[in-house]
């Protein structure tokens, strides 16, 4: 079972957006510090994601995304089928040739989990998880090492 790189850092930036969607536009340089994600990977992903409809950009000083809708709107399933993702459990990409070009003898159990799995993530909003315990105080453990970051560099 492999969720990529990609489906991960889409559902972890689109979280971070959640969490800071205010009335201004959060840049990708912010989510990328606080992430530590490469702005460029950032910039990849925002395109899809954007053109999925589930953000749109603000351009010129002050430019940055913003949520495309309420975060009680958007689950998790949506984000990771945006960045052309597909949550998949068999080792046959669903097709059913797994071994000799026929069904294999526990593709049906693959099939079942990545089914659940899907459904999972469809239950999931952002609302859901930024009202979490613990990924409020982890956000503000992110916050709080921006900030120390920021004091240090003026310190030298």
């Known amino acids: 079972m492999k969720l ?6 889409a559902v972890t930036a689109m979280l971070d957006l959640a969490l800071h969607n205010g009335d201004q536009p959060v840049s990708l340089a912010e989510i990328s510090e606080r992430q530590d994600i490469s702005l460029s990977y950032l910039e990849q992903l925002f395109a899809k994601l954007r053109k999925a409809g ?3 950009s603000m ?3 002050g430019g940055g995304y913003q949520l495309n809708g309420a975060p009680e709107a958007i689950v998790i399933a949506d984000i990771i089928s945006a960045v052309d993702e597909n949550v998949d459990a068999t080792r046959c990409g669903g097709m059913g040739d797994c071994q000799d070009n ?6 049906d159990l693959w099939m079942d ?3 659940q799995i899907r459904v999972f993530l469809s239950e999931i909003t952002l609302a859901d998880m930024t009202a979490r315990m613990e990924v409020q105080e982890t956000a503000a453990r992110q916050k709080d090492k921006r900030i120390d970051f920021r004091s240090h560099s003026h310190s030298h």
């Not at 990529?4 to 850092?9: A, D, L, N, V």
């Not at 026929?102 to 593709?107: A, D, E, G």
């Open 4 to 9: 990529t790189t990609k489906g991960r850092y």
């Open 54 to 56: 589930l953000v749109v």
């Open 102 to 107: 026929k069904r294999c003898l526990t593709h």
């Open 113 to 115: 989990l990545s089914n």
């Open 59 to 61: 351009r010129g000083p």
